[in-house]
């Protein structure tokens, strides 16, 4: 086991099995399990000194006959799903529950039932292995999963979060230093790629079916942007205007979905990235941020990505996009927040419960 001095040592720092003590400070790498259950993924991931060893999810595709996600299944599937993904993580990562130092998880925000079990599982493992325990914010895992890559962002920077629960911005000034400057009132991103997708007869997720399309057709029809103060979005007008948009042409004829699906798809997906990086903009320019991040299951989105990546030159931005599997829901993000609050001594006592 490699060992490395230490300049300081937290004197929060929980004492457990796996610290040493000299007259001069030598302790081990630090050795985090991380469980995700906000959502539908059951996610397990084993990091080491902010670096993810392995980052596992047991996906949930039992949602999709349903056309959306369904509480009280995703509850059970997590119970069934848990302990075979945190299993998988330990062996892929070659570590042992013996060399862990902490376990972090998601405290919220999320589905209660869904919380409940990843809450539960980290609690009962933490106690049993009388490890410390690392609460995390979904939300605040999703900006910081930028440093589970080899290039990480610089502070101050700005992150656009595009998912299916969530849409916001936020100014991250450090790790434990960050501000919601704008956020949706209404569906998500990820919502209005979805609840399309439905209206349109595609599968759910509606998301990455809609991109493929996309990828075909040309966006030639508009829909009209919502016109919100600030920097907070709004999706629930662009769906009620496809809706009317498809009810009023399918009327004219029946087959217009059929002959023209690239084409709408396109339309919807350029509106939708069009209303997302306008406020992104003006976000950048009144703070004057330069370093611009995209997070989220949505960052996926190629035509996202192309006209981030586009604006983000003309603007002159640094712009940051992280890998797929640090893109959607995981536990390398929740691992890697839990690792900057291992370091900053923050942890959580066993009385801690899920928050929605
Ligand atoms: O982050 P995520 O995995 O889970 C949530 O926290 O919601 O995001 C899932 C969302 C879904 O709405 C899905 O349709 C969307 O991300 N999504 C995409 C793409 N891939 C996933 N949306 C547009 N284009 C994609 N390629
Ligand atoms: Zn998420």
Redesign the pocket.
């Known amino acids: 086991m490699a060992l490395h001095l230490a300049t300081h040592q937290n004197p929060k720092t929980p004492k457990h099995p796996n610290t040493h003590r000299s007259s001069f400070i030598v302790h081990r790498l630090t050795t985090l399990l991380a469980i995700e259950s906000?959502?539908?993924?059951t996610a397990a991931a084993v990091i080491r000194d902010g670096e993810v060893l392995s980052n596992c999810v047991a996906g949930q595709a039992v949602h999709e006959q349903y056309g959306g996600v369904v509480p009280e299944v995703a509850s059970r599937a997590h119970q069934i799903n848990i302990v075979p993904v945190v299993d998988q993580a330990m062996r892929m990562a070659g570590v042992t529950k013996a060399e862990l130092d902490a376990v972090a998880f998601t405290r919220g925000p999320g589905l209660m039932g869904s919380l409940i079990v990843g809450v539960s599982f980290a609690k009962a493992l933490a106690l049993s292995l009388d490890i410390p325990l690392l609460e995390v914010n979904?939300l605040q895992a999703?900006v910081l999963a930028h440093f589970a890559e080899q290039r990480k962002p610089e502070f101050p920077y700005l992150c656009l979060t595009?998912?299916?629960?969530?849409t916001q911005i936020m100014l991250v000034r450090h790790f434990d230093d960050m501000e919601i400057l704008g956020a949706t009132l209404d569906d998500?991103?990820?919502?209005a790629?979805?609840k399309s997708?439905k209206l349109l007869g595609l599968g759910?997720?509606?998301?990455?079916i809609?991109?493929?399309l996309a990828r075909e057709g040309q966006a030639r029809f508009t829909f009209p942007e919502p016109s919100i103060e600030g920097f907070n979005y709004s999706f629930s007008g662009l769906k009620t205007a496809i809706l009317y948009f498809l009810q009023r042409e399918t009327k004219a004829n029946p087959d217009f979905i059929a002959q023209n699906l690239p084409d709408i798809c396109a339309s919807i997906?350029h509106t939708?990235i069009h209303i997302l990086l306008n406020k992104l903009k003006r976000a950048a320019r009144k703070t004057g941020i330069k370093h611009v991040a995209l997070a989220?299951?949505?960052?996926?989105?190629?035509?996202?990505r192309a006209a981030f990546t586009a604006l983000g030159e003309k603007e002159g931005w640094t712009t940051y996009i992280p890998a797929f599997e640090y893109?959607?829901?995981n536990a390398g993000m929740i691992g890697i927040t839990g690792y900057y609050q291992f370091l900053a001594g923050k942890f959580s006592t066993q009385d801690v419960a899920p928050v929605m």
């Open positions: 906000s959502c539908d993924d979904h999703h595009v998912s299916g629960g969530h998500a991103a990820g919502e790629f979805d997708g759910y997720p509606a998301g990455p809609i991109d493929k997906q939708i989220g299951g949505v960052s996926a989105n190629s035509g996202l893109c959607t829901d």
